[in-house]
C-alpha cells in the first residue's frame, strides 16, 4: 500500500462528516468527501459515517445508487455508528432494510434500561485479536450515542455493556464496524482509525 | 459501565469566553482554542459552547470557531445559542459540532425540537432548561442571556422537560438558575425530579464549587452528567484530580492520566 493511502468517505449527506475528515487529518491523512461510485471502488480505504436514522442514511444510499457499490467493495471498509448499523441486514428502526453485509438484525435497547440514548463514555472488551486493535488497551473507554443496537454475534470483536452486552466493534470479511465514534474517542479512537488507514487489513 | 460525564462549558461572547455570576457580570476568562485544547488534554468527556448573547439579541451564533474547535479536539462538543432554524443547525453540524443545543427558540415554538430530531437525528438535539425556583415550584425561564429580556415562560420546569422528551430531544442540560455561580452544590432535589420524569440523558448545571459537590450530585442522582464552567476556568478544580477523586469514591470515570 502507498504512503498515502486513498480514503474515500462516503458522503450520505449525514452531519458527522467533517468530525471524520478532521480526525483523519490529525493523523496525516486526506480523506475524500465523495458519493462518486468510481471513487469509492478505487480508493485504499472506504469509510461509512452516519448519524441520524437508518431510514434516512439508507435513502440516501439508494438515492445516490451506492447500496451495490458498497456491497461489492474488498478493500477494507469502516461504518462508523449508524454506518456500522447499515452493514447488518436490517433495523428496528423505522422497519428499514440495510445493506445486508452483516446477516443479522438492529434492535432496539432493552426497555427496562432507565436511560436512552445509550451517550457517553463506555468501555469495550477485546474479543479476538485484530490488527485495528493494535495498541489499544483492553477495557479501554470510547464515545457512544445511539439508540439502537447490534446484539452480540460471530461478527462481534469488541463488547460493550449497557443493560445488556452489545457489538461495540464488528467485523466480517474486509467489512468493519464501530458502534462508537472513533473521531470522537480521545487518543484510542484516533488509534482505531489509524491502524484502520495504515494496519495490514 | 457507562462513565458519568464532567462537561467544561464555554460561555463564549464575541469570540472569547467569559463568565458571570448567575449569568450576569461576564468577565473574560481567555481564548476558545486554547481552552477548549485545554480541557481536551486534561481529559474532559465532552465539551459545550454557549454564545450566551445569540438568542438574545436575534442574532446566530458566530460560527468561524466551530470549524477550528472541530479539527483542533478529539471529544465531543455541542455548540448552543440562538440556533433558529434548520439551516442554523445544519451549518453548525456540518461544521464538525456533534450535537446543537436549543433553548428560548424551543419555548418560542416547541416543534422546532422535532424538525431538528427528524432531520439530523434525537442524538444530536440537546435542549437546555434554565429553571428557577419559586415558592417551591420550578418555572422554566427564557432569554436568559441577557437580563433585560429575560422572562419566566409559561412552562413548568417537569412538564417542559417531558414534552421536549416527547418532541426529540436526545439529552437535557438542566441550568438550576437558583444555584448558578453560587459555588454551593447542585440542586439535587430539583434534578432528581427532572431526572425521575424523563427517560433520555439529563446533565446538572449550576452550583458546582468543589469537589464535594459532583461527588453529590452522582452518588444521589441518576444523571449523566455535570457540566461547570467557573471551578474549571479558574483552575480551582483541576479535571483530573476531580475524576480521579470521583473515581476513588466508586463514580465511573474515564480517566486519562
Given amino acids: ?201 | 459501565m457507562l462513565t458519568k460525564r464532567i462537561i467544561p462549558c464555554l460561555d463564549v461572547k464575541d469570540g472569547r469566553v467569559v463568565k458571570g455570576t448567575q449569568f450576569r457580570n461576564h468577565r473574560d476568562v481567555g481564548d476558545i482554542l486554547e481552552l477548549a485544547q485545554r480541557y481536551a488534554d486534561e481529559g474532559a468527556d465532552e465539551l459545550v459552547f454557549y454564545d450566551i448573547t445569540a438568542s438574545s439579541d436575534g442574532r446566530v451564533v458566530d460560527k468561524s470557531w466551530i470549524g477550528k474547535i472541530a479539527q483542533l479536539i478529539n471529544i465531543p462538543f455541542c455548540v448552543a445559542g440562538g440556533i433558529r432554524s434548520i439551516e442554523d443547525a445544519r451549518i453548525i453540524l456540518n461544521d464538525g459540532a456533534d450535537k446543537i443545543s436549543v433553548n428560548s427558540p424551543a419555548l418560542e415554538r416547541p416543534d422546532f425540537i422535532t424538525e431538528l430530531s427528524e432531520t439530523f437525528g434525537t442524538q444530536c438535539i440537546v435542549v437546555g432548561i434554565d429553571s428557577r425556583e419559586e415558592n417551591g415550584a420550578y418555572k422554566v425561564y427564557q432569554y436568559t442571556g441577557d437580563e433585560h429580556k429575560t422572562i419566566k415562560s409559561k412552562f413548568d420546569t417537569v412538564e417542559w422537560a417531558q414534552k421536549v422528551e416527547r418532541l426529540g430531544a436526545g439529552e437535557i442540560v438542566l441550568n438550576c438558575m437558583n444555584n448558578d455561580g453560587m459555588r454551593q452544590g447542585y440542586d439535587l432535589k430539583q434534578l432528581t425530579k427532572v431526572q425521575e420524569a424523563i427517560t433520555i440523558p439529563l446533565i446538572a448545571s449550576g452550583g458546582a464549587g468543589h469537589e464535594e459537590n459532583f461527588l453529590d450530585v452522582f452518588k444521589n442522582t441518576k444523571i449523566s452528567g455535570a457540566l461547570a464552567a467557573s471551578v474549571f476556568h479558574s483552575r480551582q478544580i483541576a479535571i483530573p484530580e476531580l475524576k480521579l477523586y470521583l473515581k476513588n469514591h466508586n463514580i465511573e470515570m474515564r480517566l486519562t492520566h
Fill in chain 1, 1 to 201: 500500500m502507498p504512503s498515502q493511502p486513498t480514503i474515500a468517505i462516503i458522503d450520505s449527506g449525514c452531519a458527522n462528516i467533517a468530525s471524520v475528515f478532521y480526525a483523519l487529518k490529525r493523523l496525516g491523512h486526506e480523506g475524500t468527501l465523495t458519493s462518486d461510485k468510481d471513487v469509492i471502488k478505487n480508493a485504499n480505504r472506504v469509510i461509512l459515517p452516519g448519524v441520524g436514522t437508518a431510514r434516512a442514511a439508507m435513502k440516501q444510499l439508494h438515492e445516490r445508487d451506492l447500496v451495490n457499490t458498497i456491497q461489492n467493495l474488498t478493500q477494507p471498509v469502516m461504518g462508523i455508528c449508524l454506518g456500522m448499523q447499515l452493514l447488518f441486514q436490517h433495523s428496528e428502526e423505522l422497519d428499514t432494510d440495510l445493506l445486508n453485509i452483516i446477516p443479522a438484525n438492529i434492535v432496539k435497547f432493552n426497555k427496562d434500561i432507565d436511560i436512552v440514548p445509550h451517550m457517553g463514555w463506555n468501555n469495550v472488551s477485546l474479543k479476538t485479536s485484530s490488527p485495528v486493535f493494535n495498541k489499544i488497551p483492553d477495557e479501554s473507554y470510547f464515545y457512544f450515542v445511539h439508540s439502537y443496537l447490534a446484539p452480540v454475534g460471530d461478527y462481534t470483536i469488541g463488547e460493550c455493556t449497557y443493560g445488556n452486552k452489545f457489538s461495540a466493534i464488528v467485523n466480517r470479511d474486509n467489512f468493519y464496524g464501530c458502534q462508537f465514534h472513533p473521531e470522537r474517542s480521545g487518543e484510542v479512537g484516533a488509534t482505531i482509525l489509524q491502524n484502520f488507514i495504515e494496519g495490514g487489513l
